[in-house]
């Protein structure tokens, strides 16, 4: 298991997070339409997957703000947001938003938490997934990792777009 904090606390995830240099395991998330995005739909790109509690608290809105914005300057790559979060949830956010350069995905009816090891247990927030950003290349091998260590501030964007401008 991983480990992260919330307000300080430890929290750990179930399972183990994938390392660098892991094949990613695929996965299926539900879209907001209730289709399904698998991890394999982007084979020959690379993958942004930022992994966040729930879109409804102010530092899960901003990082799919964030990498919205610099999704639409990155070529051959996609950005998929996962978290427990329903489909509804996510499509309202997006509208309101005018989010349209991020997939994102409700975790709310597969594995996805436990293959990659960030389902959060045995806190307030258990159930929900840890606040993560991993980077993978267009062969489907895991170039970065980054479990935020506190849950409540933001992902280090900068790290994770010098990760993905080195591939």
Partial sequence: ????????????????????????????????????????????????????????????????????????????TVVIGASMDLPFALDRFCSVEGIDDVITGSAFRSSFGEDYGVTLAASPMAGLLARTVMIIDEQGVIQYVALNDEIKTEPDYEAALTALANL
Avoid: W
């Fill in 1 to 76: 298991m991983s480990e992260t904090h919330l307000g300080g606390d430890p929290v750990a995830t179930v399972g183990e997070l994938p390392k660098v240099g892991d094949k990613a395991p695929d996965f299926t998330l539900v879209k907001s339409d209730l289709s399904e995005v698998k991890l394999s739909d982007y084979a020959g790109q690379r993958v942004v997957l930022n992994i966040y509690p729930s879109i409804d608290t102010g530092i899960c809105a901003q990082s799919v703000r964030r990498f919205n914005q610099e999704a639409a300057k990155l070529d051959n």
